[in-house]
């Protein structure tokens, strides 16, 4: 079957509109480059990665064996699916040679399956995969290197790239097409499981494509609607994948994760990370919902075929290219992350929240302002009513400290941002922001209003970790 990537000319007439309604639309428009971002990182320093184990080179390499293997997965059973078509021709005018494999599932559903989408015309209608090869440039999209338009006058055929289907497909009642349900994270430990056996690399990244919503918990619905989304979309199934669940689809893997990339809105969160600590050694994610067009895929695997030889290496150049490709995009946030520093986040925030209870009644109206949204910088305000209470964690600690008069809340606060940004033993490795969210600095965290507290929050491995802390998130009194 000839297996085309189609082009909807409606799609750049549409694309505001999209945003807009999954929280994924442009925040608003910056001067023309990021503001505070001294070489573009955000006003900070990339972190030095001498003696980090989590950036350490994957030795020793095989002769034949390709340095990387890289495993996109991509569910595009949702609104998003447009920006699908955009990113495997970025995918295709690079390639996969004999140093990278660039390996793709690809769920696409039927128009009459996806909620407020007006210009979702899926390429084919199923879960298939790919090895994606270089492709002839005259054949991609016209314009892949412009975030708001994908146009090509001829399609990109992938027949020659397509693999067997995966195995986890089975017949759909409706379309009668052969898929998965990409929002079950059993799909996920399916095509990670036999990407790493079918593709053996010295590393391994995999991204996963799709909506996101910070640690906030599934929200199952036969009717496939979209209040609370959690990684992972699959408006076909009416399923999605859980903040939990992702922890569990990456266990007894053939080998271990280098880098974890979260191509989704708002999972850079001290939640998530905490929970995927164990999975990967370095996580790369947003603190808010980037522009719908997501990574620039062409540009940083490029640069990954130019020689990044480890994750903190490819980690900061997805983030620094996915910064130069929205120059003007207000709300663009990436963070690369230490994962094995997020025990040490974790413990600074026991700690913090074992002062903050001691002290709720004598300061709670520091403790209110505190993690006000317009005193700290806040995420997914499109959608304030499902993520109130998503506010950047370093900001956070900075208002108690400079707001208290309760030593053991300042010394809690400072040790907390210590272990976010020291040099040497911090979580986050790089950060970089755009002008609507110069208060961002890599980690967000959870700290509702005392009514608006989700109790689903306990289940979380960091609610475990850190016991004192959803104490005193429940305790707060105003």
Not at 179 to 205: C, E, I, K, R
Not at 286 to 295: F, I, L, R, T, W
Not at 426 to 453: C, D, E, I, R
Request: charged share 15%; with cysteine; proline share 5%.
């Amino acid at each position: 079957m000839i297996d085309n990537l189609l082009h909807n000319g409606s799609w750049k007439r549409t694309r505001t509109e999209r945003l807009l309604r999954c929280a994924l639309g442009i925040a608003g428009v910056a001067a023309s480059s990021l503001s505070g971002c001294g070489g573009g990182n955000g006003g900070q320093s990339p972190t030095p990665t001498t003696g980090r184990a989590a950036c350490a080179v994957n030795t020793p390499h095989n002769d034949g064996r390709p340095r990387w293997t890289v495993l996109v997965y991509m569910n595009a059973a949702n609104n998003l699916q447009p920006f699908s078509l955009l990113n495997i021709a970025q995918m295709a005018s690079i390639g996969s040679d004999s140093n990278v494999n660039i390996v793709v599932q690809w769920k696409q559903a039927a128009q009459s399956q996806i909620t407020d989408c007006f210009s979702c015309v899926p390429s084919f209608v199923g879960t298939r995969r790919y090895l994606i090869k270089a492709h002839d440039t005259s054949s991609l999209c016209k314009n892949i290197d412009d975030s708001n338009s994908c146009s090509a006058a001829e399609p990109l055929v992938l027949a020659s790239d397509r693999l067997p289907d995966p195995s986890t497909n089975a017949t759909d009642p409706v379309t009668h097409a052969s898929t998965s349900d990409m929002g079950d994270y059993h799909v996920l430990a399916n095509f990670v499981q036999w990407g790493m056996s079918a593709y053996p690399a010295d590393n391994y990244a995999l991204v996963v494509w799709d909506h996101g919503s910070g640690w906030r918990p599934v929200y199952r619905s036969a009717a496939r609607k979209l209040p609370g989304r959690a990684v992972s979309q699959d408006e076909q199934s009416g399923n999605e994948i859980e903040t939990q669940e992702i922890s569990a689809a990456l266990t007894s893997l053939p080998h271990s994760l280098d880098l974890l990339v979260f191509d989704c809105s708002l999972e850079g969160m001290a939640e998530v990370a905490y929970e995927v600590r164990n999975r990967a050694r370095v996580m790369v994610c947003s603190e808010e919902s980037p522009p719908g067009a997501g990574y620039p895929y062409h540009r940083w695997l490029a640069a990954l075929k130019a020689g990044a030889t480890n994750p903190c290496a490819l980690g900061q150049s997805i983030a620094q290219t996915f910064a130069d490709y929205y120059p003007t995009a207000g709300n663009v946030t990436q963070s690369v992350i230490d994962l094995s520093k997020l025990a040490g986040v974790a413990g600074r925030l026991n700690t913090l929240g074992s002062a903050l209870y001691a002290d709720r009644n004598v300061e709670s109206s520091l403790l209110q302002s505190a993690r006000n949204s317009s005193n700290v910088q806040s995420y997914g305000l499109a959608e304030s009513a499902l993520y109130a209470g998503f506010i950047d964690l370093y900001g956070y600690a900075d208002n108690l400290k400079k707001g208290t008069g309760n030593a053991g809340v300042a010394a809690a606060a400072t040790a907390l941002q210590t272990s976010l940004t020291d040099p040497t033993t911090g979580a986050v490795l790089f950060n970089v922001y755009g002008q609507g969210k110069a208060g961002s600095h890599g980690l967000s965290v959870y700290v509702p209003a005392p009514a608006t507290y989700l109790p689903s929050y306990d289940a979380l491995s960091i609610a475990g970790a850190s016991p004192a802390w959803p104490q005193f998130l429940k305790s707060q009194t105003k």
